[in-house]
């Protein structure tokens, strides 16, 4: 059953353009609904875009964890409820649940910062610290945050280990109405290059997919490093970090081209999947030495 004391603030249903080679929702997704419901949260403590503008904040997402805990598949019905967990003189600490109200079944949970420019109008901290809530357990990081990924240049970034896994322009379509790079499409960047990140890992991920075995992801760390805006170029670079017999830590790098900023970062978890039987598979004696050749330096 939903957590006690969560406000509604999202809800929608799974449409088949939505979902991935695993025949699921998408990783960039669970992203998008948690933005939304983050906005719907604000305004249900008083300071909705309107206020905001009105107040002359700006408004920025810090980080976001993410556990994905269930699958989507298309035209399951996806609710989310918020609360705040945590609120500072200009941050605040946001847990979105994420459920399939059909069956009650918790797939996802999400939890953000986000940063203002100046501090909170009194009577929003007041509302916000009424309605905190206290972190759930399946809410905390699991295998994540146990280091801090570097503030790495571009230039920097093939000492480390890292690979290119995608090169694009930040499109309009994919900004919000302030002409910042959604954190959707950052998402999306992460999950578009897993293919080039598994065949340099020595996996021929289209020979995967014949086998009818995919990759998947089960929790993310993202830092939003510097706002990227509508016709930025963007770079990503993707590595192996650690890894064991069944799961792979990736360390995702984004940069603005142009200057070698670090847009954002973020450590993934992910895994073999056996689309047949919906199970994880293990690495094979083979596989994890090939890995271990590829593990990346980052602090070195």
Known sequence: MPTADLIPTFATAVN??????????????????AHEASAHLMAALGLGPRAQRDHG???RPGHDHIRYLRE??????????SAPVEVGERHL??????????????????CRRIDSDRSWPAAFRQRAAAACIELPTAARPRSVGTFALPDLALADAPRTGLTEVGRTVVKPAECD??????PRHQFGRYSDGAP?????????????????????VVEMLQHYRMP?????????????????DKVLKFAHFIFEAETGTLAA???????????????????????QSRLAAHKLRLFA
């Not at 989507?72 to 409820?81: G, L, Q, S, W």
């Not at 990227?228 to 064991?244: H, K």
């Not at 970062?265 to 004696?285: H, L, N, P, Y």
Request: proline share 1%.
């Open 16 to 33: 088949t353009w939505q979902c991935d080679e695993n025949d699921h929702l998408n990783v960039q997704f669970y992203t998008e609904f």
């Open 57 to 59: 904040l700006v408004v």
């Open 72 to 81: 989507f598949r298309a035209v399951d019905v996806v609710e989310v409820r």
């Open 93 to 110: 600490v946001v847990y979105h649940e994420v459920r399939n109200p059909a069956d009650g079944t918790l797939a996802s949970t999400l």
């Open 177 to 182: 109405e302030d002409g910042i790079f959604l």
């Open 196 to 216: 080039f990140l598994w065949n340099h890992l020595g996996f021929d991920r289209a020979a995967m997919q014949q086998r009818s075995e995919g990759s998947i």
């Open 228 to 244: 990227l805006r509508a016709g930025d170029l963007a770079v990503v670079m993707s590595g192996l970090a650690e890894f064991s």
């Open 265 to 287: 970062c973020a450590e993934a978890v992910g895994m073999k999947f056996d689309q047949k039987i919906r199970k994880i598979m293990t690495f094979s004696a083979e596989d």
